[in-house]
T-cell receptor, first 115, second 111 residues
């Protein structure tokens, strides 16, 4: 079975540009999570959705970040305008909330570099 | 606010030795997750611990959970080089699906 699919795997862009990260969760999973990983701050949850509805966005750093989940099989995380401090690895994960205490499954991540 | 602390953060050990990684958390939780991350790779689920006293083992790794002490341990037996990775514990916040991760323990197993 296909796991969580993220694109692009790597993104290098200049400060001020818009960046869009994409995620396809595992089919049948109804919860989706966006994380950011840096050396300084570790792994932080940015936002999570349940049944396509944002449940907790308290980790979103500021208004430059936005996330959407228009349907059960697709989500985007957008940064506009991007800044060098946004450089990090961004992971998407999914899970099934009805499966008792199953782990979240992570994608391979997008390595983002803002110059 | 839930805090999850792991120690040590860095661990260098010789092949064949045993060691334990500790994960403490600050608020009540009935479950805890352990993940492994290889350099430049994704996070892979290792164990889901669901109740007080839970113990799970796979190969040279054994994880346990003491919910009263708010402590989980990941014990490594007779380490081999292939176990070199970063290990994370994670705890759900307030019974939700939101996980709070520890900083990770970077394990290096030397020949």
């Amino acid at each position: 079975d296909a796991g969580v699919i993220q694109s692009p795997r790597h993104e290098v862009t200049e400060m001020g540009q818009e960046v869009t990260l994409r995620c396809k969760p595992i089919s049948g999973h109804n919860s989706l999570f966006w994380y950011r990983q840096t050396m300084m701050r570790g792994l932080e949850l940015l936002i999570y959705f349940n049944n396509n509805v944002p449940i907790d966005d308290s980790g979103m750093p500021e208004d430059r970040f936005s996330a959407k989940m228009p349907n059960a099989s697709f989500s985007t995380l957008k940064i506009q305008p991007s800044e060098p401090r946004d450089s990090a690895v961004y992971f998407c994960a999914s899970s099934l909330d009805r499966a008792p205490y199953q782990p979240q499954h992570f994608g391979d991540g997008t390595r983002l570099s803002i110059l | 606010e839930l805090k999850v602390e792991q120690n040590p953060l860095f661990l260098s050990m010789q092949e064949g030795k045993n060691y334990t990684i500790y994960c403490n958390y600050s608020t009540t939780s009935d479950r805890l997750y352990w993940y492994r991350q290889d350099p430049g790779k994704s996070l892979e689920s290792l164990f889901v611990l669901l109740s007080n006293g839970a113990v799970k083992q796979e190969g040279r790794l054994m994880a346990s959970l003491d919910t009263k002490a708010r402590l989980s341990t990941l014990h490594i037996t007779a380490a081999v080089h292939d176990l070199s990775a970063t290990y994370f514990c994670a705890v759900p916040q307030g019974g939700s699906e939101k996980l709070v991760f520890g900083k990770g323990t970077k394990l290096t197993v030397n020949p």
